[in-house]
Every structure is written in C-alpha cells, then in structure tokens.
C-alpha cells in the first residue's frame, strides 16, 4: 500500500510517498481533514505559513491518535520573507503555530516573492540569508530536513553554491501535460527528492478527454492515474483534499502504467490554462 511507503532524503530521513496538500482549507476545516486523513492511513501532511492553517494542522496532529513521531509535517517559509532575521522569526513562528517541538520538513516557499513572482530581481541574497536560517534550525534539531519550492536551477545554483548544508527536497509544479523534465533531473542529480504539489493540475486534468481515456483504460480515476504518474517517475505527490473518500481513492494506486503510456503522457501538450487557478504566479506562467 502506497501509504506505508517512503522515500530516503539524501540525510537519512524517511519521508511517505504520498502526502496530504491542505493550501485553500481553512485553519477550522484543517483539523478534521488531517484526523480524517491520519485515520485513513496517510503520515505526511504538507501545509505553509502562507495556507493560513498551520495551527489547524497543529491542532488535528494532536488529536488525531497516533504518535507526533510516526507523522511527517512539512511547512514552507513565506515567500516573501528574504533576511537572515526575518527567517530565524518566521521559522520559530512556524513551530508556535503548529504546537510541535520540531517540524519534519521546512521549505522557502518560492524563490521570489508572490507579488514581484514575474519580476527580473533573482533575490539570490536573500534566499541566501533565507537558507542560512534554516540551516541553523536544521543543526539545532528543529527541523529534521529543510528544502526548497519553486526554484528554477539557477536559483537551486544559487543556494547550492553557498550553503554547508544541501537542499533534500524541491517542491515544484508537475503533473501530466507539465512536466519539467530537465529541472527534476538537475533537482534529483542534486541530491533532491523532487515533490509534485497539484498532481492533478489543480483540477483542470479532470476536463481532458486523453487523460480521462487512459484512466478508463485502467479503471481508474483521472486523479488516480495522475497521482500515480507521479510516482512512478519518482516524485512524491501532494494532492490537495478535505474529503476523506477522495483521500481513499488517491491512495489506492497500486495499478502500473505501462511504459508507452508513461510516454504518452510525458510528451502530452500543456494544457491551456489553470482555470480559476490561474491569476497564481505559480500557474499562471512566467
């Protein structure tokens, strides 16, 4: 079962292959789904200081039953946070948040932040001074791994060419119809795990008559058959849910695309647009 499988950062540390995504639940609505999710099987729980729900979550771990220790909680520094001072704040903010005494997995949102996304400025300065924070936290034991979101190569050059720790993790945008071939290679020949948040391309993968054909050809959902895409290029999905039968049925993947249909789907065109999504940086191009 695709819940009890891990992947190994390049530092030891065990990390489920699947994750629960929670941006866009409310920090009330949070606290069921991580309860309902735990229950179900799930381990990992990706949330951001940027979601608005970090106590939520928080509050869901400890009131879900099983041990802080079996669980693996990821958050993400606030894009907009780019100084050494700024950092080492928002990093023990976090942790306030969410009640815990460490945090598996912190990771700098986005290389740049959200309303200067599409901007010529790289930032390299202070993902550095962003980075260094987090290394100290890291070397302290509050957080068991740190990482990256968003980060192109040159920025993942940029940290790579100053740290004393590397980055274990780049969470980026992939799914069916876009995928960053090269970027995942240079993330993974880097020493990273690359995550997959919108596996499901935020829900417009639903409307495309292919995708929804090769789903049918295995019996399965669009959301399944995206879901596993991901894994078997060795990315760890975060799809995003607060309903606890969907949360079922994207874990129930243990089906095996065949290698011409990988193929398929690695060189689909991009679909269009993002829908709603859209006005995102993240999806709404570069």
């Known amino acids: 079962m695709i819940l009890d499988e891990t992947y190994t950062l390049s530092n030891g540390v065990e990390i489920p292959k699947l994750g629960l995504g929670t941006w866009f639940i409310s920090n009330s609505d949070v606290v069921q789904a991580v309860k309902d999710a735990v229950q179900i099987g799930y381990r990992h729980i990706d949330t951001a200081q940027a979601y608005q729900n970090e ?14 220790e079996a669980l693996f909680v990821t958050t993400k520094l606030a894009a907009e946070v780019k100084s050494y001072q700024e950092a080492v704040a928002s990093i023990d903010g976090s942790l306030h ?26 930032y390299f300065d202070g993902n550095q001074q962003a980075w260094r924070a987090l290394e100290e936290a890291y070397r302290t034991g509050k957080l ?43 993330s993974q ?86 829908g709603e999504a859209s006005h995102f940086p993240v999806f709404g191009g570069k």
């Open 55 to 68: 106590s939520g979550v928080g509050e869901g771990i400890r009131a879900c039953g099983v041990n802080r």
């Open 97 to 122: 948040r969410l009640g815990l005494e460490y945090i598996d997995l912190m990771i700098i949102h986005s290389p740049k932040p959200w309303a200067k996304f599409s901007g010529n400025d790289p």
């Open 144 to 186: 068991r791994a740190i990482g990256l979101s968003n980060f192109e190569q040159a920025d993942i050059a940029n940290i790579l060419g100053s740290c004393s720790v590397k980055p274990m993790v780049n969470q980026i945008l992939a799914h069916i119809s876009n995928t960053p071939t090269e970027l995942i290679h240079y």
């Open 189 to 274: 020949e880097n020493g990273m795990l690359v995550e997959a948040y919108s596996p499901i391309g935020h829900g417009e993968l639903l409307k495309n008559k292919s995708i929804t054909a090769t789903a049918q050809n295995y019996d399965v959902s669009v959301a399944q058959l995206s879901i596993r895409y991901c894994l078997q290029l060795g990315l760890l999905p975060l799809p995003k849910t607060a309903k606890p039968e969907h949360m079922k049925t994207n874990a129930a993947v243990e089906f095996v695309i065949s290698e011409a249909d990988m193929a398929t789907l690695t060189t689909m065109e991009q679909i269009e647009h993002y």
